[in-house]
């Protein structure tokens, strides 16, 4: 395929590395890793990568996306990890595991198991702290002896979410949380629960400091894998690939320009009365790529440019080299917004590099 800009490059041998040593690392103390996907739409290339990195599991929020995998023969259990009631046919039709905290899905989920003649596994999602998606613990008991009444649902176990809405840390007391409500739930209905499904990439600090991990025994893990970091502070995990992806755009203008507008200011393109600081005379570059390609606010460069604003079409960088070429490309790297809306972008070639 010939490479236009913009392009997102993604190295599949890094994101398979990456994948390959969050399985290790969390493997020493028992943790199993689903492999997340909706970052990349399900694209199978990369989920090949994590697959053969080390993941039994891919998940996603869209089932088109486990659709997509499933299509592309992609050999994994599929985890559906938000439930739709209008998708609920589907989800047991396509979908190994999903997650759940709703007994209106889980009818529909039920329903449509007996109809396909099949038992659908589910997980559900208590709510911690975080404040999206849970069960609230004083309602679980209830809810689990609900669930346990239909026939064709089968509560393979727990998990919760953090440090998605409400910025909450996973830390040691909510994963014993976790693991007590685990132990209390298996007791008091005589069942066994196999995935105790702690968190996300958010949760890497939280176990290298567990010297104990209860019952927790998965995570799953999206951003970690795809851009080496861990998500309560961005760092970089120790030994990981941090650019799998970059993101190549081209330069349509460059010139020497003032640096404040001339003219009556008024609104811009997106409602906004701009603000400018005048830097006097200086070289201005503009890269071809915009806010309908991807969050710009996402994006970083190593390079001695800065981004100064970007209309849906248009990217305007101060280029203190004043050496920037018309077609020349400019590499940006990518933040986890970025990524997401430049994968979903039709504009942006995807080009691996195998
Ligand atoms: C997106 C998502 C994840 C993965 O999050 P990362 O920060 O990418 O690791 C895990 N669980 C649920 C429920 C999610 O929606």
Redesign the pocket.
């Known amino acids: 395929m010939k490479a236009f800009m913009p392009r997102i490059e993604i190295i599949l041998s890094q994101i398979q590395h990456n994948t390959r040593m969050l399985c290790e690392l969390y493997g020493q103390q028992g943790i199993s890793l689903m492999g997340?996907s909706?970052?990349v739409l399900g694209e199978p290339l990369i989920a090949s990568a994590m697959i053969r990195g080390g993941v039994k599991f891919m998940?996603d929020?869209r089932l088109e996306n486990i659709q997509r995998m499933k299509n592309a023969k992609i050999a994994a259990q599929f985890v559906l990890?938000?439930t739709t009631p209008s998708q609920a046919e589907s989800t047991v039709e396509d979908v190994d595991i999903s997650?759940n905290t709703e007994i209106e899905t889980l009818e529909k989920l039920n329903y449509y198991a007996s109809v396909q003649n099949k038992i659908h596994q589910v997980i559900l999602m208590v709510e911690m702290g975080d404040l999206r998606?849970g069960i609230l613990p004083d309602d679980l008991f209830l809810f689990v002896q609900k669930v346990l009444s239909l026939p064709h649902l089968k509560i393979m176990g727990l998990g919760c979410?953090l440090a998605?809405y409400g910025g909450i840390k996973p830390d040691n007391q909510k994963m014993w949380q976790l693991s007590e409500l685990s132990e209390a739930i298996e007791q008091k209905f005589q069942i066994d629960l196999s995935i105790i499904s702690g968190?996300?990439?958010?949760n890497h600090q939280w176990y290298k400091s567990a010297k104990n991990v209860g019952r927790i025994n998965n995570l799953?893990?999206?951003?970690?894998i795809l851009l080496g970091c861990e998500?309560l502070t961005r760092q970089a995990i120790p030994q990981l690939h941090t650019s799998a992806f970059k993101l190549i755009a081209e330069v349509i203008e460059s010139k020497i320009k003032p640096s404040l507008p001339f003219g009556e200011v008024c609104q811009d393109a997106f409602g906004n009365m701009p603000v400018f600081r005048d830097r006097g005379m200086h070289p201005r570059a503009i890269i071809a790529l915009g806010k309908q390609d991807t969050l710009i606010s996402g994006l970083s460069l190593d390079q001695d440019l800065e981004i100064l604003g970007s209309s849906s079409d248009h990217l305007v960088l101060e280029s203190k080299n004043p050496d920037l070429k018309v077609g020349m490309g400019v590499n940006f790297n990518l933040d986890?917004g970025s990524l997401l809306t430049a994968m979903t972008s039709p504009f942006v070639q995807k080009q691996f590099i195998h």
């Open positions: 997340v909706k970052a998940a929020s990890l938000r997650l998606e979410n998605c968190g996300n990439s958010a799953r893990v999206g951003e970690s998500t986890y």
